[in-house]
């Protein structure tokens, strides 16, 4: 789970890390009376999840109540890469010398959390780090070993910071750590994190993102992770327990695995277009599937079904009484294809096909994806282009 | 004849009295596979599918001569039981159970490759040798012998590149699942590297999937040590970017583990990258295999 800028630099500053003085708002007039208490010149920040806010317009400064008025006018009533934005955080401008980029990650292929400093702070960091990798700095931390303050220092001394800089920079490494540590993250991040013509250290953004796998365990208040769903198809998902991304065409999709799901969007991709991914995992129920076909279901004009599982873990029999139950309870006149291998198949072809359902018993999805096309042909979305997320999956 | 597993597997299942452990239990029994017993703390004494219960690893090590492991365990529980049974001597696990914190994930692939265990998961299937046996949740019937290595990241697509490969005559020698989880127990390339010196394995086919970076540095290793024919499979080319891991990951990999940039390492390490993943049936015809 993806925190807000607002509630990560909360979290930030309750652990020592300095941060500029500000405050959430969600109307023009409140930010107008936020940046008479804090004093012009401020910066007002929409709060979206999505990556890019800044280069997508979401960050404006303004030095006066007038230039304040139009930004906050602009943002409420705009959309930031699809999002709405419905708060907004009021900050201090401060006065900055230099920016730098801190960020800690886990390095699925070391196994092993990585911290990361550069030189070269702000929006073109990724660039930074593939025109001048000499300006980046990275370090490993040994699950077993732990993070030590040395480390820190080693660490910023390979990008030849003077002394003064050092001991400050590390300390925040070390809070940092200390984060992401108690709060499971799997991004910590500070960019840029600055420099104030007074010399003091500051993070002016912050990103955390949580391990949702243990959200039930971390011992901090956080906040409702499927309320910050802005997408009502794809909050539903993850109320019934499902990953739900909502797609712009107009095939609904239900797979029982993300790599399957994948492929099936692919394969889809090649002559029609998907209206979702919908990916079960392994808790298939009759009842489950029943509520994945009402979720597809949702998206209108929805011109065929393509049903795509295999029963290692999951009881293919039950969903595909799930599926035959909603098809029936409401009347569901456009072709569903379903390919259903494994443990108890045939059961399961019995079942589908005493609901009209299509049953493909090869294991080739494009086979199965061919038998859908040739009943519903290529549609109107299918040349439109390839399909867009319009939100984040997760 | 396989990788992992062999005649010699004896195999204990961790979790073996819930829902899923019970199943599976009979699934793998009925495949062949050499089940000698299963853990549930506070159940010992009782028997499941036939198998014996113990309340301890190290019991049910000593009693039945277990030499591996797989997992059906809660995830809030197999950091716990993961480490107990490498300390009772298991050197093969698979980690079925998805969810696991990505936290308790890296202190047990540091366990593990300290004790010298070759661990599979979590999010896995886990392993089924044709014929043989199998640990994991793979359903029996889309599997048949032959001189074919699959490795995936994908369980349900371990399973529909087995289908389309028995559906063409063409067997699989072992069928490894490395788990989809973004820190997995072992790397791809560790798994290649068996294949490469089994000598009942003729080919190797890799189905991966959009990020991370394990396909990338597996073509690494099939550029340096493999000889034998490899075919992958990358999985979300149309998928919409929601796993980017920030800034940090890509400026650490220097690339967001992109389905273009997997292609590209691939196809320069000699892989052949199939489109699609019916496409590996013309590949298998073509190289002959069985």
Partial sequence: MRLHEYEALDIFEQNHIPVPRRELVSTMHDALHVAGEIGYPVIIKAQVLVGGRGLAGGIRTASNPDELKEAADELFTSEIKGMPVRKALVCQKVDIVKEFYLGMTVDGYSGKPVIVVSTEGGVLIEETARTSPEKIAAIHIEPSFGYYPYQARSLLRMLGLEQKLITPWSEIIGQLYHIATRYEALIAEINPLVVLSNGVLMAVDAVLEVDDSALSRIRFPLPDRVDRIENPLERRGREIGVTYVDLDGDIGLISSGAGLGMASMDIIGQKMKPANFLETGGGITADLLYRCMELIMMKPDLRGIFINVYGGINPIHEGAKGVIRYMQEHNVKIPVVAKALGNRQEETWEIFKSGEVHVVTEAATEKAVDVLYKLVGPGKKTDAGRPKASAKGK | ?290
């Fill in chain 2, 1 to 290: 004849m396989s990788i992992l597993m062999n005649d010699s597997t004896r195999v204990i299942v961790q979790g073996i009295t819930g829902r899923i452990g019970s199943a599976q239990t009979h699934w793998m029994l009925e495949y062949g596979t050499r089940v000698v017993g299963g853990v549930t703390p506070g159940k010992g004494g009782t028997t499941t599918e036939g198998v014996p219960v113990f309340n301890s690893v190290l019991e049910a090590v000593k009693q039945t001569g277990a030499n591996a492991s797989v997992f059906f365990v809660p995830a809030a529980f197999v950091l716990d039981a993961f480490l107990e049974t490498i300390d009772a001597g298991i050197k093969l696990i698979v980690i079925v159970p998805e969810h696991i914190p990505v936290k308790d994930v890296l202190r047990m692939r540091s366990y593990a490759i300290e004790k010298g265990v070759f661990a599979l998961g979590p999010t896995t299937p886990g392993i089924l040798v044709p014929g043989m046996g199998k640990m994991g949740i793979m359903p029996a019937s889309l599997f048949a012998p032959g001189r074919v290595g699959i490795i995936s990241r994908s369980g349900t697509l371990s399973y529909e590149f087995a289908g389309i490969l028995s559906e063409n005559k063409v067997g699989q020698s072992t069928v490894v699942g490395m788990g989809a989880d973004p820190v997995v127990l072992r790397n791809l390339a560790d798994i290649l590297e068996l294949f490469e010196n089994d000598k009942d394995t003729d080919a190797v086919i890799v189905v991966g999937e959009v990020g991370g970076e394990q396909e990338e540095k597996a073509a690494g290793f099939i550029a340096r040590q493999m000889t034998k024919p490899v075919a992958a499979y990358i999985a979300g080319r149309y998928s919409p970017q929601g796993k980017k891991m920030g800034h940090a990951g890509a400026i650490v990999r220097g690339s967001a583990g992109t389905v273009t940039g997997k292609h590209e390492a691939l196809k320069a390490a000699g892989v052949e990258v199939l489109e699609s993943p019916i496409d590996v049936a013309k590949w298998a015809k073509k190289n002959k295999l069985k």
